[in-house]
C-alpha cells in the first residue's frame, strides 16, 4: 500500500510565498504521476499541478506563473513552490501519486492520497 505524507501550508499573507511536500512510502510500487489538487472552502475539488514520470507538467490556469511543481523520482516525493500567493488560492491541498503496485505476481493500477493540509492567505 502506497501512503503520501505531506508537510507544509499554514498562514501567509497577500503576495507571499509557501511551499508544500509529499513524500510516498511503501514497497513495491512506481508512480507515474505526482500532483497537488485543492479544494476551496465550500467549491470542490480542483487540480493544481501535476508532474508525469515522462517529464510533462500541467497547471491550472489560476496558478500559472506562480506555482512551481518538482519532482525527485528517487525519493518518490514532490514539492509546489507556491509564490504571488493571493485569498483566492486559499484551500486545503491534497498530494496526489498514481502508479501501479506489485504483490506476490500481482500487479494493480494504484491511487493514493495524502491526509490534505490548509493554505491559508490572508487578504
Known amino acids: 500500500q502506497v501512503q503520501l505524507v505531506e508537510s507544509g501550508g499554514g498562514l501567509v499573507q497577500d503576495g507571499g510565498s509557501l511551499s508544500l511536500s509529499c513524500a510516498a512510502s511503501?514497497?513495491?510500487?512506481?508512480?507515474?504521476?505526482m500532483g497537488w489538487y485543492r479544494q476551496p472552502p465550500g467549491k470542490q475539488r480542483e487540480l493544481v499541478a501535476r508532474?508525469?514520470?515522462?517529464?510533462?507538467?500541467n497547471y491550472a490556469d489560476s496558478v500559472k506563473g506562480r506555482f512551481t511543481i518538482s519532482r525527485d523520482n528517487a525519493k518518490n516525493s514532490v514539492h509546489l513552490q507556491m509564490t504571488s500567493l493571493k485569498p483566492e488560492d486559499t484551500a486545503v491541498y491534497s498530494c496526489?501519486?498514481?502508479?501501479?503496485?506489485?504483490?506476490?505476481?500481482?500487479?494493480?493500477?494504484?491511487?493514493?492520497w495524502g491526509q490534505g493540509t490548509l493554505v491559508t492567505v490572508s487578504s
Open positions: 496526489y501519486a498514481g502508479g501501479t503496485t506489485w504483490d506476490s505476481g500481482n500487479i494493480r493500477d494504484f491511487h493514493a
Open positions: 508532474d508525469t514520470s515522462g517529464g510533462s507538467t
Open positions: 511503501g514497497s513495491g510500487f512506481r508512480i507515474n504521476v
